[in-house]
Structures are given as structure tokens and as C-alpha cells.
């Protein structure tokens, strides 16, 4: 006998909205329908195969069914501070692929190969060539001065008083407006990038400039994007001085993404820059785990299961 509703495919990441942020409230699968149920039970309708990755801030519950179908469907859940100054924790979305992840590993570990990705990184990131005969200590401290020169000329472009990069993050309030807006900004890209990884089967703890975190390669991929979209939009934000900074953030942070078509782009740049490195990528092993949901027709990029 014939299903009566058609096979579920999951919608490849690149069609998605990338982030949406929830709070006080908790979220479950009520009636097959992925729902927020606030104090009052109102429940609020998130479809949740068509989100990247779901922020959830303080103040939020999730039930097992919620976990179970955002990981079947391939939305990260990524737990938040408030008004999203820190990545807390991350659900990984089923069917991580470990021939993906192997292969990014030992180009992590051989320090020929590493030093190929971090100089792809640097060029992709500053539209240019970086200096030949250098390490990669000595082109991230490159890096770090040229960050801290852009972060003055956008200062100076949106009038903005500006010192430096510098907040507590232990005391949201603590910190200056641009601060403030930064924190809110950056937030909002490692959470669609480490979606994105984790959707193409890739580690967000093994990275190549940054090492030693739990999402080194999430700030990785994020830089290389960053100055494109959200640090802009964070300095003009700040600019206007608003009442609610961070909300400002994230709904401009939503808009620039969509314009530069951001989860497009993640993927691929992902794959280039590995491939600079000039490493086979293995095959999968014969015993590797099915994906969360079998798709039989191609989608067109690694990250098809999200």
C-alpha cells in the first residue's frame, strides 16, 4: 500500500532562514507541530526544517520530541547567553559524517597542510595575498593588527566613539553600546556558521587559526564573512544609539544575511579552503551511519542533510 503523504526531505541549508532567537518559553512537539508555548500556553508555529539554526536564549525549555525533530531535520539548537553574548552549548543535527571530519582533522595535524588553510584563510579574508616564508603565529598576529585597523576605520566611518574590542562577559551591561552590538552581531554568525559546519559533517573544535575552544573553526570560517556583514551592521547600529541595541542587532544581522546570501556561500567556502591544504578527502567507511534523513536525489552541495 502507498504512503498517503510524500517521503520527508529535508531542505538543504543554503534555502533556509539562518537564525531565529527564542526565549522565555519552552519548546516542544505538540500535535506533530514544533511549537513555543509561552507561560500562558499560547502556542507560537516554528517550522523548524526550514531554520538553520534556532538561539535559544535564558528563560527557555526544550522537551526531548523538540531535540529529536530539530536533530532529524537538521536544525542546530545552540544555547545562548542573554541577548546573545555567549555560545554556551550547541546540539549537533544527526548523521554527522566522520569521513568529513577525518579529513579536516589531518589537515589540522600536519603542519605543512595547516599552514596551506590558514594562508587560503588570510587571502579569502583580506582579498589579498599574505606575506610569504610566514608562520602561522606570524600571520595570526598580521591578522590581528589588520582587525584592529578596520575596527578603527568603521569606527571613524559611522562616527562612533571606539578604544578597543573589549567586554566582560560575565556582566552583559558592563560594556560600552559598540561592544554591545559586536558581541550581539558575532553571535548571530557563529551560530548560523557552526550550523553550517556541523550540517557539511565538519568538527567546530578543530581549527586552523584558532585552536584549543570548543568552536575554533566556527571563528575560523566566521572572520572570513565577518567584515562583509556584521561588524558593519553592528557600528551602524551603534551609531543610532538605540534603546534596545542587541534586538537592533540581530534584525539587521537577519536582513544582511539574507542580502548577501550568507548560508549560500558558508559551504562552499568551507570545501575551498580545505582544499587548499592538498589533501585527498577520504571515503566514507563502509560502516558509516545513514543520515538522519535519506534523501535519494542529489541537493547539490555537503551540507543537503541541513
Known amino acids: 500500500m502507498e504512503p498517503i503523504l510524500p517521503q520527508l526531505k529535508p531542505i538543504p541549508i543554503k534555502d533556509r532562514l539562518s537564525v531565529l532567537f527564542v526565549e522565555k518559553g519552552q519548546l516542544d512537539v505538540l500535535d506533530?507541530?514544533?511549537?513555543?508555548?509561552?507561560?500562558?500556553?499560547?502556542?507560537?508555529?516554528?517550522?523548524?526544517?526550514?531554520?538553520?539554526?534556532?538561539?535559544?536564549?535564558?528563560?527557555?525549555?526544550?522537551?526531548?520530541?523538540?531535540?529529536?525533530?530539530?536533530?532529524?531535520?537538521?536544525?542546530?539548537?545552540?544555547?545562548?547567553?542573554?541577548?546573545?553574548v555567549?555560545?554556551?552549548?550547541?546540539?549537533?543535527?544527526?548523521?554527522?559524517?566522520?569521513?568529513?571530519?577525518?579529513?579536516?582533522?589531518?589537515?589540522?595535524?600536519?603542519?605543512?597542510?595547516?599552514?596551506?588553510?590558514?594562508?587560503?584563510m588570510y587571502e579569502?579574508?583580506?582579498?589579498?595575498?599574505?606575506?610569504?616564508?610566514?608562520?602561522v603565529e606570524q600571520l595570526r598576529g598580521i591578522e590581528g593588527a589588520r582587525v584592529r585597523k578596520m575596527y578603527d576605520l568603521l569606527a571613524r566611518q559611522y562616527k562612533v566613539p571606539w578604544k578597543k574590542r573589549n567586554y566582560d562577559h560575565t556582566e552583559w551591561g558592563s560594556g560600552d553600546v559598540?561592544?554591545?552590538?559586536?558581541?550581539?552581531?558575532?553571535?548571530?554568525?557563529?551560530?548560523?556558521c557552526e550550523a553550517a559546519i556541523l550540517a557539511a559533517g565538519y568538527a567546530p573544535a578543530v581549527g586552523f587559526i584558532h585552536t584549543g575552544k570548543p568552536q575554533s573553526f566556527v571563528y575560523d570560517i566566521a572572520d572570513i564573512f565577518k567584515f562583509e556583514t556584521v561588524v558593519p551592521v553592528a557600528f551602524k547600529i551603534a551609531a543610532k544609539k538605540p534603546h534596545n541595541p542587541?534586538?537592533?542587532?540581530?534584525?539587521?544581522?537577519?536582513?544582511?544575511?539574507?542580502?548577501?546570501?550568507?548560508?549560500?556561500?558558508?559551504?562552499?567556502?568551507?570545501?575551498?579552503?580545505?582544499?587548499?591544504g592538498e589533501m585527498q578527502v577520504p571515503k566514507a567507511h563502509e560502516e558509516a551511519v545513514d543520515i538522519a534523513i535519506p534523501n535519494k536525489e542529489e541537493i547539490g552541495d555537503a551540507g543537503h542533510r541541513g
Open 124 to 135: 579569502m579574508r583580506f582579498k589579498e595575498k599574505p606575506p610569504e616564508r610566514r608562520s
Open 246 to 276: 542587541e534586538r537592533q542587532v540581530r534584525l539587521a544581522c537577519r536582513d544582511a544575511f539574507r542580502q548577501t546570501r550568507l548560508l549560500n556561500r558558508i559551504i562552499p567556502t568551507i570545501e575551498q579552503v580545505l582544499t587548499a
Open 178 to 192: 559598540p561592544n554591545r552590538c559586536l558581541s550581539s552581531a558575532t553571535a548571530c554568525l557563529y551560530g548560523i
Open 86 to 120: 555567549r555560545l554556551y552549548s550547541a546540539g549537533q543535527p544527526g548523521g554527522a559524517r566522520a569521513d568529513r571530519l577525518l579529513y579536516q582533522a589531518k589537515l589540522a595535524l600536519d603542519d605543512t597542510a595547516r599552514l596551506k588553510v590558514v594562508r587560503k
Open 32 to 84: 506533530g507541530a514544533f511549537v513555543l508555548v509561552d507561560k500562558t500556553g499560547v502556542r507560537t508555529h516554528i517550522p523548524v526544517g526550514g531554520v538553520a539554526c534556532l538561539m535559544l536564549e535564558p528563560g527557555t525549555r526544550v522537551s526531548h520530541a523538540a531535540a529529536t525533530l530539530a536533530s532529524r531535520v537538521g536544525c542546530l539548537l545552540v544555547w545562548v547567553g542573554e541577548a546573545g
